[in-house]
């Protein structure tokens, strides 16, 4: 079966560091580029960073441009989120998710996690 879990989350304090994890299991992780959402409630949800199959692309939302990284190891099948400089904007459920097409961001995903929790308090 599909899975995509995720872990990492929690609280921190503004400023603070958190690392995300995902590992994958039961499809081809190699063929997908990997991407991390975030939904905070009562807003839409909407994608955080995205890598490529390699590795050697990376794609960032703006807002979080120089503060976080997204990675990947394909002899692992799992893809982190290296969240540094947390602020009370990156409070939301993050996701990982296969992304079947990209346009400049993932615009059609294959496979979802049930997410993962981030809490920055101030």
């Known amino acids: 079966q599909v899975q995509l879990v995720e872990s990492g989350g929690g609280s921190v304090q503004t400023g603070g560091s958190l690392r995300l994890s995902c590992a994958a299991s039961?499809?081809?992780?190699?063929?997908?580029?990997m991407t991390w959402f975030r939904q905070a409630p009562g807003k839409e949800r909407e994608d955080v960073a995205t890598?490529?199959?390699?590795?050697?692309?990376?794609y960032y939302r703006d807002s979080v441009k120089g503060r976080f990284s997204i990675s990947r190891d394909n002899t692992k099948n799992t893809v982190s989120l290296q969240m540094n400089s947390l602020k009370p904007e990156d409070t939301a459920i993050y996701y990982c998710?296969?992304?079947?097409?990209?346009?400049?961001?993932?615009?059609?995903?294959?496979?979802w996690g049930r997410g993962t929790q981030v809490t920055i308090s101030s």
């Open positions: 998710a296969a992304c079947k097409r990209f346009n400049g961001a993932c615009i059609e995903t294959a496979y």
């Open positions: 039961g499809f081809t992780y190699t063929n997908y580029y």
């Open positions: 890598v490529s199959t390699s590795g050697d692309y990376t």
